[in-house]
């Protein structure tokens, strides 16, 4: 992908997928309030501002509107922050509202046609669709191992999804034996080009053995079949040069700003 190209992703990506957000799951909704487009989850769903479009002179006012319809609600939220998002000092402004910043990632896009999909899971291990409860039980105890946090939310979410609309995401596990060894999903974006890549984690003694990148492929071949032109993923230090071998190209960086109301 050249500069050019993109350029061009990277600005159909925020029109398409953030200022054109769809509700990530039941009982989600997705509004515009001004220059900010966010999302209202249920209880244990994610609730956070995807786009906006501030100038200098209004931003601490629209942050401060937007602390305050969120704390109303009595939920933390999220400020998805991108490194392209103006105005340029915004990751300052939200930290001085009262925000806290976790660690950056890297917004990486791959045109489906031209990735690598050859990758296959090592000998012993194989992948299989994550359709039912039992499956997202499997799903979510590979996670609590790979990521060591309670995944009790996840799983809720998962299986909402799952039950209400399953037209839009692919979640699939790795199992060694009977042994849930990854575990990773795909939310697709009807309407759009884009298909994102979520929650890819493997098991601490089973790394290295080229898993996460099976699953990427997995995940890239069910996208391609299903007709979807780009993957996008937040990549972390450690899976970015794995999606760089794999034909993925970093566009920007994206940070979560996250707001505790005080209770």
């Given at each position: 992908m050249?500069?050019?190209?993109?350029v061009d992703v990277l600005a159909l990506f925020d029109r398409e997928v953030r200022e054109g957000a769809r509700p990530d799951g039941p009982g989600a909704e997705v509004e515009r309030a001004g220059a900010v487009v966010?999302?209202?989850?249920?209880?244990?769903?994610?609730?956070?501002?995807v786009w906006s479009a501030l100038e200098a002179a209004d931003a601490d006012v629209v942050i401060a509107e937007q602390i305050a319809h969120f704390t109303g609600l009595g939920r933390e939220f999220e400020w998805k922050l991108y490194g392209h998002d103006r105005p340029a000092d915004l990751g300052q402004r939200l930290a001085a509202a009262g925000f806290v910043p976790e660690p950056a990632e890297t917004l990486m896009v791959g045109e489906v046609a031209g990735l690598a999909l050859d990758a296959e899971p090592p000998e012993g291990v194989r992948i299989v669709p994550v359709t039912d409860r039992a499956g997202v039980d499997l799903m979510a105890e590979a996670q609590a191992k790979a990521f060591g946090t309670d995944v009790s939310r996840f799983r809720r979410y998962l299986l909402d999804r799952l039950t209400?609309?399953?037209?839009t995401v692919v979640a699939v596990v790795a199992l060694a034996g009977g042994e849930p060894v990854s575990a990773a999903r795909m939310e697709?974006?009807?309407?759009t080009p884009f298909a994102g890549l979520w929650g890819g984690g493997t098991v601490p003694?089973?790394?290295g053995r080229g898993i996460y990148r099976?699953?990427?492929?997995?995940?890239?071949?069910?996208a391609a079949d299903r007709g979807y032109r780009y993957l996008q993923v937040d990549a972390s230090s450690q899976s970015r040069p794995i999606l760089e071998r794999l034909g993925f190209t970093p566009l920007t960086t994206t940070t979560p700003y996250v707001y505790v109301p005080v209770r």
């Open positions: 050249d500069q050019t190209d993109q966010r999302q209202k989850g249920p209880a244990h769903g994610w609730n956070g501002v209400a609309d399953p037209g697709l974006v009807p309407g003694r089973w790394r099976a699953l990427v492929a997995h995940r890239a071949r069910v």
